[in-house]
């Protein structure tokens, strides 16, 4: 779920080796792709909805805060991990290696 809204948005959630893709189940104009470089950050805090994944993205790319529902918790907190894991992985390359 995308909690971009009072309601939040239903949707599926992708990771890959580089980038994250939620699109909605019900709006098809409406997902986000974010690559790896565009992230500043990765946490879980709590939100209205619970517990949620909430991606900050770099300045250059907006800044956006972006919130997403996982569940359950367990799955939450694995996806937390992964890509926290992919993002350090990008971020230990030398700046050469990558635009």
Known sequence: MNLSSETGNLG??????????????????FNVSIPYLQVKSV??????????????????????VLGFKVDPKETL????????????????LPARLYP
């Not at 599926?12 to 104009?29: E, K, L, Q």
């Not at 946490?43 to 956006?64: E, H, M, N, W």
């Not at 996806?79 to 350090?88: A, G, M, N, P, R």
């Open 77 to 92: 907190d694995y996806v937390h991990k992964e890509i926290s894991s992919l993002l350090q992985v990008l971020q230990s």
């Open 43 to 64: 946490r879980v805090c709590d939100s209205k909805f619970g517990p949620a994944l909430v991606v900050d993205t770099t300045p250059q790319s907006g800044g956006y």
């Open 12 to 29: 599926t959630f992708y990771i890959t080796n580089v980038r994250v893709v939620w699109y909605s189940n019900m709006a098809v104009s």
